[in-house]
Structures are given as C-alpha cells and as structure tokens.
C-alpha cells in the first residue's frame, strides 16, 4: 500500500474501533444479525433487535400498530401508563432470550477490575468477537465447543462463564455445569462472578422471584440457582475429585495450558472425565481456554487438532492490538513519518489488522522486552507467536513453521509385531498389527506413513535411528525413526516414512528396532549408544545387546573405523553422541531445516523443534525443562546419516547376501 493509502486505511480502523456501542439501543452490537425496529409508545422506541428476535409475529404486529394499537387490539382499548410499563417489560423479558449483549449490559453486574466498584457488563471489542462465534454456534442449533487462545487483560474467561450463566437463567432449567481451574483460587475467583451477578439479578426479569443459589448437598463447591434448579460446581485440576460431572451440560476449563500431569492422571484425562460426561447438542458448551503456555502440551495439541479441523473444537484467537487498552496517540501531521519509519515486521502487523496507534505503542513495548520470544508471549500477534515458549531457540520459528507445513496424520497407526528377543530372531517374521478400531493409543505406536515397497529392491534405500530414553513413565521416551532415501537418487530429498515413540525395556526396543529395520528392507541400524553406556545401571549390559544385535542382523551401524578393525580393535556398535558429533548433528539439521533437506511428517517433532533450546551456560542443548527431545535427537542423526552414506544402490538379482556382515561406519561414509 502507499503511504496514503495506509493513512486513509488507519482512519477507517479508528472510527470503526471507535463507533458507539450502545446495547441497549442494539447500536454497534455485531455478535448477531440484527435489524432496525420502530415501535412507537415504548420508553425506548426504535431498537436494532436481532433478527431471530424480529420475526416473531407479535414484534411485527408491535411495529406496525405502535402500542397502543397493539393493546387496542387486544381489548385494551384505554391503555394507562401502567399497562404499557407491562407490555414493556415482557417486550425486554423476550428480548433477553434473543440478546445476550442487551441483558448483560442490564441483568449482570461485575466488578470493575482494579477501581473498586460494580458496573452493568458492557462488552469490550474483544469480547464482542469472541461472543459472535458463541452465538453463531448457539444459533445454528451446534454445541458450543471452543477452544479459545487468550491474550491477556481482556476478559475471555470472565465473558465465558456469564455466558453460561445466561443459558441457566434465560434458556434452560436443570442444566448444570463445572467450572474447572489450574488451582481453587481460580474457581474462587468465577464463583465470585457468578455470586455478585445472581445476587444483583434484577426481580422484573423473573416476574418478582428473588434468586439465590443454595449449597447443594452440603458442599460449597456446588450449588444450586433456586430460580432454574440448575447447579455449577467449582474444582481445580490439582484437587478434580469436588467436581461433580454427572448429568453436566455445560464445562468450562480455564488456564488449562498451566495443567500439570499428575502420578495418577494426566490434564487430557481430567478433560476427557469433564466432557464425557456431556451428551452434546443444543446449548451445550464445552470451552477450553488458557493463555498459551507453549508447544507439545495438551492445550496446544488440541488448539492445533482445532485449526485442522481434527476435533469439534471451534479455534479462537484475539490478537493484542484487538485491546484498546494497547495504543498509543500518533500526533497530528507525523503519520507520513511514522509510516516511513515502520519495519518489515510493523507493516506485517498492519497488514493483519493493527492500527498505526497500536503498532506505536507495541514499538514501544519491544523496547521494554528486548526478548522477543517473550513478548511473543505476553503480546501475541498470531496464535503462532502465542505458543512461544523459549528465547534460546536453537532452531529458527520460520524454519520450524515450514517443515511443520508438511506434516500429515499418519495413515496407519499400530505396531510391529514379531521377535523381541534375540532367541528366535532369525526364525520369526515381523508384521504389521493396527490399532483397534476405536483405540487411541498414543504410546508404543508405530505411526506409519509409508509402508515399506518390495517390487523395486535398493540397497540401504531405508533408514532407521533410534535414540534411547528411560523405562520409568516419567523418563525420556525413546523413539525409532525410518527414513526414506528413494528420492535422493533423482535429485530429492528423503522423507519421513515412520516413527515408534514410547517407553520400553532396552532390550525389547533394541530388538523392536532390529524388527522395523529387517521391515524396511534390512535397512542400515543406527542406535544411538551414547546414553546406556554411561548412565548406570540401566546401560550397563546395553553394549552386551548391541553385540549381540551385530551378530544376527547384518547391517547395523559401527563407529569403529575399518583401519581400527584391521588393527584388532574391537567393534562399536552405534552413534556415539558426544561434545563433537552432537553439535554436528544439530547444526547439521539446522541447515536440513533452512534448506528443506528433507521431508518431516509427524507433527510431535516439530514441536520439539520448538521446545530445543541453548542451556544457560551457553554451551549445553536440550529441551526446555519438563519436556522431551528423543524426537529431535532421533531426527538429528537420522538426516546427518542419509546425506554421509553412499546413495541407495538398485538390487538387480534376486540373490541375497543373507546375514554376511558388512561393516557400516564412520569411515565408510
């Protein structure tokens, strides 16, 4: 755009940012089509009701003979000012059923954050375009299933839980809810909210009945609202056993990203329990919300499964600059300046939708936080930015973003079934085994992207690495990763064609590997050893393995040079990762990730990509604490080993060499 088009630009988004906004009158309330209505004799005569609300019959009727009419045709023919307060007041108990923003603005009362008084819920911009995907959810007859990715200071939660509130009030009776936090200081926090909107319930809206909520078999933490019968019952994910989830209808989980996994139970299975319990349909909600805590996490697995469309979740994102509050004045006639002065990165803003006011004042803020990752976090622009997690990344946000643009779900999922003990190695055949229908394992799988081909036979066209992680469920995974090398061979790059993550005995993983590798065409082995041969006692018989390995299958990887060998050193078998080769392994997949070296596949890597970062003392890397990198590690070595080994060779007989060794190693590559 030129410089005055994105002046005259800016000027829209002021005014319209700036429009009134009057519920009561319906001025500016966008969350549902609405139309102007006229009808003479009310307090308040000519509103912008929503539609659903205009072709009610009487409301046509209404329009068009004005009140007193309307009464005279209902044998009211000497109406008193009483009659039309009356008729005025079922008009607003209606309206209400139709106009969320109109009976917040005059049912609920809240608190007015941080001065100490209580003031009508006026919906702020933010909140309007939030409640416009609720409502567009609630009209089209679909249970409100959302997912909803806050930034902070706008109110998200709060709009949540009064939007329940709402469907127990005006829509339904005997429909209860669970309200769940990270810790009960949370759900304290919504209990108050609730308390102070059904205390301060105006009696017209019920007909002259005083509601009240009333502890519900003694407990506290659920109670029940006297005028629908209905309950919400208040818990936290570190103490779940106070929620009630029986006969639920409606759940609301908050900050659900800073949700820990427990000895006995993980976020994602506290979350199951919670939703199970709702037979969804109409007026139905199901709303999971958290400011992004970053990647791989339950929150944002599920906020991603929503933007592909994986899951009944509707996504939400509001951007920082949709907050008033962030904006800062730009003096009249320094706009041409301003403009001039703005970055790649400002004008990217503008183009998503930011004002110059709010771009003024986020230039300003980066002053304050150098670390971008960090306002990334606090101030998201994308829900992208939202899920940084980390300002040490070693991998680049844009190269991950586009390997990530790659990934599919797997097209099988189960697992390798044959041998896993060296006794019948060479007698058993492996095969593939999928998962039951309506299982949903997501540990010891093997997800499948391409099975192996038979027809066309190459020498070393597969690949397979394996890193080694722990046993105990809250050790390192390992993982087993096969690569495809058949396109290198026309100038291509080799592709991720399946991966094994999970927790397993070494010895069964190890012989597990030897299976998928003898699967993928006796594809070259490389078992990291690093780990197991210096970690105690769980690697202290793991190169005892290894060398047992060695001697049944054929094409497994050694780090002993063949000059070593001649003079009678013994063979090491695996990748070695130390201060040398791990550097040379990342950086190598670094410039893999820059260059588009090679083709991923499984999104959980790349979440990991995202979570791998340079430890304080500037020389150590790893994941970010609390979270994984057997993927990355496993990934790392597989694509160094497919571009520092010999292309795959064509196999032109039939003719096997059987289990003759052939040394693979360092200097053979």
Known sequence: MEKSEIIEENNKRL?????????????????????????????????????MMTKQEYIAELSEKGVHNFLASRGNRNATHRDIITLWLEFCR??????????????????????????PFTLNRPQRIYLKEMERLRQSGLPIDIILCKARQWGGSTLTQIYMLWIQLVHKKNWNSVICGDVEKQ?????????????????????????????????QKTRVITWSNSRYSLGSSQK??????????MAHLTEVGLWKATAGRKPEDLVQSIFGS????????????????????FFHRTWMDAVAGRNNFTPVFIPWYSIDLYSKPIPEGHYGDFVDSMNDYEQQLFALGATLEAIAWYRDKRREMPEEWRLFSEFPSTANEAFQSTGRRVFKLSYVKNIREQCVPPAWRGDIVSCDTKENADKCSSRFEPLLPGEKAVENVFNVW??????????????????????????????????????????????????????????????????????????????????????????NNFEYILNEIAGKYSNLYCRTSLNEIKQGRPRRWGFHTNPSTK??????????????LYMERCIETTYELDLYEIKENGKEMGAVEGNHDDRVMATAILVWICYNHPLPVKITTEKRSGNKRKIVSEASM
């Open 15 to 51: 005014k319209n940012n700036s429009a009134v906004y009057n519920p009561i009158t319906g001025k500016g309330s966008t969350s549902v089509e609405r139309e102007w209505v006229e009808i003479e004799g009310f307090p308040l005569t000519r509103m912008n009701l929503p539609v």
């Open 240 to 249: 779940p056993d106070s929620l009630r989830s029986e006969d639920i209808s």
């Open 278 to 297: 709702i037979a969804s349909g109409p007026y139905t909600v199901k709303v999971m919300e958290s400011t992004a805590k970053g990647v791989g996490n």
């Open 94 to 119: 209606e309206r209400i059923k139709y106009d969320f923003e109109y009976w917040a603005k005059t049912m609920a009362i809240i608190s007015d954050k941080g001065k100490g008084r209580d003031i």
């Open 583 to 596: 550097p040379m392994v990342i950086n190598f997949l670094i410039k893999a990730l820059r260059d588009g």
């Open 187 to 219: 759900s304290s926090i919504v209990s108050g909210i609730l308390s102070k909107v059904i205390n301060n319930y105006p009696q017209w809206a019920t007909g002259g009945v005083k509601i009240s909520t009333t502890p519900y078999q003694g407990t």
């Open 450 to 539: 391409l099975m192996p081909e038979k027809e066309q036979r190459y020498r070393d066209r597969y690949v397979v690495t394996v890193d080694v992680g722990g046993v105990s469920a809250k050790a390192d995974y390992s993982c087993i990763l096969v690569a495809d090398r058949l396109p290198m061979l026309e100038g291509g790059v080799p592709e991720i064609a399946a991966c094994w993550h999970g927790h397993i005995e070494h010895d069964k993983l190890a012989w597990k590997a030897v299976e998928i590798a003898k699967t993928y065409d006796n594809a070259l082995l490389v078992i990291e050893s690093n780990t197991l041969e210096t970690e105690g006692t769980e690697g």
